[in-house]
């Protein structure tokens, strides 16, 4: 399994959501104080290790 890294390489994803999620993800990073692909990152990081484990 992958583990991101400090120095992991940061690369463009661009996803088509419904704007009601964006405008969710916008208000918890502010409340968060972190930026919208930071908590998109953190987001799909925990997504993908429950998944992962599923097999």
Do not use: N, P, W, Y
């Not at 704007?19 to 208000?27: A, C, D, G, K, V």
């Not at 918890?28 to 997504?47: H, N, S, Y």
């Amino acid at each position: 399994m992958l583990a991101m890294t400090e120095q992991e390489k940061i690369v463009v994803l661009q996803v088509d959501v419904r704007e009601s999620t964006r405008t969710r993800l916008r208000i918890q990073a502010v409340k968060m104080g972190v930026t919208m692909g930071e908590l998109a990152d953190r987001i799909l990081d925990e997504a993908l290790k429950k998944l992962e484990k599923q097999g």
